[in-house]
T-cell receptor, first 111, second 116 residues
Framework: AQSVTQLDSQVPVFEEAPVELRCNYSSSVSVYLFWYVQYPNQGLQLLLKYLSGSTLVKGINGFEAEFNKSQTSFHLRKPSVHISDTAEYFCAVSQGGKLIFGQGTELSVKP | GAVVSQHPSWVICKSGTSVKIECRSLDFQATTMFWYRQFPKQSLMLMATSNEGSKATYEQGVEKDKFLINHASLTLSTLTVTSAHPEDSSFYIC????????????FGPGTRLTVL
């Protein structure tokens, strides 16, 4: 069975600094990978997805992620964060139509 | 496009009562819908997969008699928490799959259930 590991449970960062949220998955077959953001008491919003093609994926709100098959990673990056980026971020892999989620990373952007 | 709604957004009920939560895909047909449960500061746990016109498939450890799922149409799935108890208090989120392989899911805003 596939699994997803988000290596950092909390990431504090100052406003306008760059950030990387790490995600590793376990799979020996083709995968579909996703990053979602969740604001307090809300559902999940898709940031970006990798289904095939270019390994560098650009998403909404200035986020991007790179699919690295050899390292089985799909890290999320943003060159300059804003206070409004403070939220919980989930990495997920699709398996048979089901989404397997990582544990989540709480991004806290401080002024 | 691809908007999913949930109703109600929050509900408080007494122990022993049943609560129904609706999940609707507003601008697309969803052959498959998913129900998740999320405890505070935790990830989403898949409870069941709901297919239109057939019985839901429950994940291991989820009581199908307690969490009744009905997917009566291509745009509506309901989750009924029967005989609710305080330990059922949680954030319930649905999602809908679009396309033949539904590799992408669109999430509803969630329903906060509090059982007193």
């Amino acid at each position: 069975a596939q699994s997803v590991t988000q290596l950092d449970s909390q990431v504090p960062v100052f406003e306008e600094a760059p950030v990387e949220l790490r995600c590793n998955y376990s799979s020996s077959v083709s995968v579909y990978l996703f990053w979602y953001v969740q604001y307090p008491n809300q559902g999940l919003q898709l940031l970006l997805k990798y289904l095939s093609g270019s390994t560098l994926v650009k998403g909404i709100n200035g986020f991007e992620a790179e699919f690295n098959k050899s390292q089985t990673s799909f890290h999320l990056r943003k060159p300059s964060v804003h206070i409004s980026d403070t939220a919980e971020y989930f990495c997920a892999v699709s398996q048979g139509g089901k989404l397997i989620f990582g544990q989540g990373t709480e991004l806290s952007v401080k002024p | 496009g691809a908007v999913v709604s949930q109703h109600p957004s929050w509900v408080i009920c007494k122990s022993g009562t049943s609560v129904k939560i609706e999940c609707r895909s507003l601008d697309f047909q969803a052959t498959t819908m998913f129900w998740y449960r999320q405890f505070p500061k935790q990830s989403l746990m898949l409870m069941a997969t709901s297919n239109e016109g057939s019985k839901a498939t429950y994940e291991q450890g989820v009581e199908k008699d307690k969490f009744l799922i009905n997917h009566a149409s291509l745009t509506l799935s309901t989750l009924t928490v029967t005989s609710a108890h305080p330990e059922d208090s949680s954030f319930y989120i649905c999602s809908a799959g679009r396309g033949p392989s539904y590799n992408e899911q669109f999430f509803g805003p969630g329903t906060r259930l509090t059982v007193l």
